[in-house]
């Protein structure tokens, strides 16, 4: 056993243990005393971390959701078109976590059962998380007249809500592993929404812009040489 792991990545070590073998066992089926195993630590060890079985479950999800929140963080943050950025954040938080289960999809129901009673609380914070993100994407689109919405908060709730149909615990085990559907659909999903928040003719005009720039810089040009094009023409034998 590796004794001289530091106490954050004894920590993660524990938990990809616990995924590794969620994806053969299923929940119900592993025991601390093999989660100690497939670490490499002792069963000690883990207590130092987790009091139960279901915590250790329960701080898998929540490590699923912590990456899942950076990554939205990260794409909230992004350049161009806002309505781009809502909609590739509405995806994000629904593709992001069914990657992040796919392995040990079929031990999800189990996982969900035993933990369910703490998750529900947990899920309410990580969601208001979420919405507060969302809200604040929602505000700058309607400071830049992108978006029309009265409340920006409960806007976010309404599309965090919808989306929230094609997360891995709202699905069958059948559909969890339907992958390629369930991104057409979401996909399908963020378009219907961001049609209801989109001002038509707001879309930003990238091209027209280039288009102007390049005009502008041909006429600047022109300008520059007065004499060039007149020179030109009368060099041009008559026919």
């Known amino acids: 056993m590796n004794s001289g792991r530091g106490n954050g990545e004894t920590r993660e070590a524990i938990l990809d ?3 590794r073998l969620l994806t053969t ?7 601390m005393d093999d989660i100690a195993s497939e670490a490499g630590v002792s069963r000690r060890t883990i207590y130092m971390y987790f009091p ?11 490590r699923v959701v912590a990456q899942t929140y950076a990554r939205l963080v990260e ?12 909609h590739r954040v509405l995806v994000e938080r629904v593709l992001r976590r069914f990657d992040s289960v796919s392995a040990y999809h ?3 129901d189990e996982l969900f059962e035993a933990v369910r009673p703490a998750y ?17 994407v929602l505000a700058a689109g309607r400071a830049g007249g992108r978006f029309a919405l009265d409340d920006a908060v409960a806007t976010a709730s309404t599309l965090v809500k919808a989306t929230n149909a094609f997360l891995p615990y709202s699905l069958s085990v059948h559909e969890l592993g339907q992958r390629g559907q369930i991104e057409v659909e979401v996909r399908r999903m963020a378009d219907l929404l961001l049609r209801s928040l989109v001002v038509p003719g707001s879309e930003p005009r ?3 812009a280039a ?11 022109a300008r520059a040489r007065p004499g060039e094009a007149g020179a030109t023409r009368r060099k041009k034998p008559k026919p």
Not at 25 to 31: H, K, N
Not at 75 to 86: E, K, M, N
């Open 206 to 208: 990238v091209k027209g």
């Open 120 to 136: 529900m609380a947990r899920r309410t914070i990580h969601m208001e998380r979420e919405v507060a993100l969302v809200a604040k």
């Open 52 to 62: 139960s079985k279901e915590e250790v479950g329960l701080s898998s999800i929540d």
């Open 106 to 108: 079929t031990s999800l």
């Open 75 to 86: 794409l909230a943050g992004g350049t161009g078109d806002v309505a781009a950025v809502l």
């Open 25 to 31: 066992r299923g929940f119900r089926g592993v025991t």
């Open 17 to 19: 243990a616990t995924d």
């Open 211 to 221: 288009a102007a720039k390049k005009q502008t810089k041909v006429q600047a040009g």
